[in-house]
């Protein structure tokens, strides 16, 4: 069952107003084709406030011990999360993501792979340039600004595309091409305080 446009319709009805989300650079977003949005992680409301304020459908990728909770194991899979192991090859997880990226969809993910617990960004992980470089989808860069309080105002920024067309030329490696998408989280950040 796919509860995606419902979860979509209700959830913006409660988080606009409730944390003045501004969103900025939404016509950056590709219309069509593969996409790997890519984004900082402050809060645990990060996936549903990039999936409301994203105009596509995103397919995050969860972390695996999501799923076990009674609730979220059948909620999640409605709202297009799958799960992957953290710390380890997920082969599976791997598969499904290439595949919906080879097939046009959005995948999202958060490469520091963990919340930051400062606010500041963190080192991003492999996994983000290894999908950038596999998954002949352009990557999406956005920042999430809080704070998650409300009535104050809580920005969403997406950038510019970035083409990964020359770094799989020179097979660049899947750390450089991470370093390259979190230096353009980071500009994103900076800029729009």
């Known amino acids: 069952m ?4 419902l979860g979509k319709m209700l959830i913006s009805t409660i988080f606009y107003p409730l ?3 501004k969103v900025i650079g939404k016509e950056n977003f590709p219309k069509e084709g593969g996409v790997l949005l890519c984004t900082n992680h402050i809060d645990n409301l990060d996936p549903p406030v990039v999936g409301i304020t994203c105009p596509r459908t995103v397919n995050f990728v969860a972390k695996e011990e999501l799923f076990e909770a009674p609730i979220l194991k059948t909620v999640l ?3 297009k999360a799958f799960p992957i192991k953290r710390g380890m090859s997920d082969r599976q997880a791997l598969r499904k993501a290439l595949s919906l990226l080879k097939s046009g969809e959005v995948v999202g ?7 930051s617990k400062d606010g500041h960004l963190q080192k991003g992980l492999a996994g983000a340039g290894f999908f950038a470089l596999r998954g002949e989808a352009v990557v999406m860069p956005c920042a999430i600004i809080g704070p ?5 105002r809580l920005k969403v920024v997406y950038g510019k595309p970035i083409d990964m067309t020359t ?4 097979r660049t490696s899947a750390e450089e091409v991470t370093a390259v998408i979190m230096s353009e989280i980071q500009h994103l950040l900076d800029t729009n305080q």
Request: net charge positive; no cysteine.
């Open 2 to 5: 796919n509860l995606y446009p």
């Open 19 to 21: 944390y003045g989300i």
């Open 77 to 79: 899979p409605s709202v």
């Open 109 to 115: 993910l958060f490469p520091e792979g963990t919340r």
């Open 148 to 152: 998650y309080k409300p009535f104050k």
């Open 167 to 170: 770094y799989r030329v020179e």
